[in-house]
């Protein structure tokens, strides 16, 4: 079953949603207001805030800057193989630093012309802020594409102390 919650954040109300699991719920999506392919709460979904009790807890540690990483089980077969190991290389991307598009590329073996498609599979990140795909930047420094805007991106990287951004 489809279970879905929102959460009030400095970025705006957050989506969650998510599949009941037997230890709890399995996060499926997070979404943030205006986002480019946001999740949209579906007939037959079922609202339950207090299943995401625990996510709730941790986005509110880390957006007070008490916690730098995120222990929360993610819902499985979401996205394609190619999307989960570039997502995966996100997971690997430490709290307070960036790394660029082209440096993702060259963790899941997609050097060079590759770039594009780690780019796209960034982009369709399903976990906004706790899959931390506001860590990648352009290799000049500069950001680039936040499907919840660049403004929140940059806004996650200063809540972070992130190396200053251009």
């Known amino acids: 079953m489809t279970i879905y919650a929102t959460v009030d954040s400095p970025l705006g109300e957050l989506l969650l949603v998510g599949e009941e699991t037997t230890g709890g719920v399995a996060l499926a999506s997070l979404s943030l207001p205006g986002q480019k392919g946001a999740a949209v709460v579906q007939d037959g979904w079922v609202r339950s805030p207090e299943a995401f009790a625990g996510v709730a807890a941790q986005l509110r540690e880390y957006f007070a800057g008490r916690l730098t990483r995120f222990d929360i089980e993610y819902a499985d077969g979401v996205g394609t193989d190619f999307q989960r190991r570039v997502w995966s290389a996100l997971d690997a991307v430490p709290y307070g630093e960036t790394v660029s598009y082209g440096q993702i590329a060259e963790r899941v073996g997609s050097a060079g ?12 990140n399903p976990l906004l802020v706790v899959r931390p795909c506001h860590r990648v930047i352009g290799s000049d420094g500069a950001l680039r594409g936040y499907a919840g805007g660049l403004e929140r991106k940059e806004r996650l990287l200063r809540l972070e102390g992130a190396p200053a951004v251009r």
């Open 113 to 124: 012309a590759g770039v594009r498609a780690v780019g796209t599979a960034i982009g369709r």
